[in-house]
């Protein structure tokens, strides 16, 4: 029988602990939101990518493999998002906040462990790649859509593409790309490479209390109405188009498990960073994160349970 406790008490409890402590050390000392969120975005997430992505021993195909995968559930969530705020008459900030909550999932604080400890041998290198392109992904469509809920932001034109080229991130991906082609050369730099992986080491942390942090600052609303529907959408639309999508492309095995278990992962944190700094609906993204992370606790148990017992065929875990 597969250890559901173990995967949440060793993994999700971890990570809903941490959250619980950003906020109760907010209600103690009040800190500097807008602070706490730049140190995310212009300093822990792309020394994470650049170290990560950098040194991942995954063969290139793979990865490219990982990365079409991982836009294709994107750009699905996008889609189906869509087609709901068509149909349910949503706003066009109310549709944008949507789409952001769907599409940009916690494949880095959420998933790195997650995977790690349910597929110790390839879940957490694999997993790199989804990290990579969903930041890739979340600093340029992102912003875009965090932005169209700001009126200097819609009426600026070609202007709404500077921000995404003052994204760090982006810059990180590249960087590490072109490290790995040329055998990492910073790794022989220690005064340089240590600071990056000591920093690239506190992202998971430091952004779970960040998260911590924000939710003690805002009361969410209840998960009914557009809430709702980004759960259902994230969390319940995310495995199934991943089931279907590894059948497609002939993906099998423990490699096709890890991308169903990881696409059931929570709304990222780096959405409501995103909202706050951008003047986005940064109360519905605080609470899409917040209770679609503990949702996922659920919905990723029973996930495995299924993987474990052979109910998809071509995505069993021995």
């Not at 079409?68 to 998002?81: P, V, Y």
Request: charged residues 10%; positive net charge; hydrophobic residues 55%.
């Amino acid at each position: 029988m597969y250890q559901i406790f173990e995967i949440f008490t060793g993994v999700c409890l971890p990570i809903l602990a941490l959250i619980f402590l950003g906020w109760a050390l907010d209600r103690k000392f009040d800190f500097d939101l807008r602070t706490l969120v730049k140190l995310n975005i212009y300093l822990f997430v792309p020394a994470f990518i650049l170290v990560r992505l950098s040194t991942s021993t995954i063969p290139g195909k793979t990865g490219l493999l990982v990365m079409f995968f991982t836009l294709c559930i994107i750009f699905s969530m996008g889609a189906l998002s869509s087609l709901t705020s068509f149909f349910c008459r949503y706003r066009p900030e109310e549709r944008a906040a949507l789409q952001l909550s769907t599409m940009i999932y916690n494949s880095g604080n959420w998933g790195i462990p997650l995977l790690t400890l349910a597929f110790p041998e390839q879940g957490g290198v694999l997993q790199v790649f989804v990290l990579a392109t969903m930041n890739l992904t979340n600093f340029t469509v992102g912003v875009f859509l965090a932005n169209s809920t700001n009126s200097e932001a819609v009426n600026a034109g070609w202007r709404k593409v500077i921000p995404v080229f003052r994204q760090p991130s982006v810059y990180a991906i590249t960087a590490a790309i072109l490290f790995r082609v040329l055998g990492n050369p910073l790794d022989d730099i220690v005064f340089i490479w240590k600071p990056i992986n000591y920093v690239a080491d506190g992202l998971l942390g430091f952004a779970l209390l960040t998260l911590g942090v924000q939710l003690s600052k805002t009361k969410p609303p209840q998960p009914v109405g557009r809430l709702g529907w980004a759960l259902g959408i994230r969390l319940l639309g995310g495995p199934v188009i991943a089931i279907a999508l590894t059948w497609i492309l002939g993906i099998s095995g423990t490699f096709a498990a890890i991308l169903i278990v990881g696409a059931a992962s929570p709304t990222a944190v780096n959405t409501a960073l995103l909202a706050y700094e951008f003047g986005a609906d940064s109360r519905f993204a605080a609470a899409a994160v917040y209770y679609s992370t503990l949702s996922a606790t659920l919905v990723v148990t029973l996930l495995l349970a299924i993987l474990h017992h052979g109910w998809i065929p071509w995505a069993v875990i021995g």
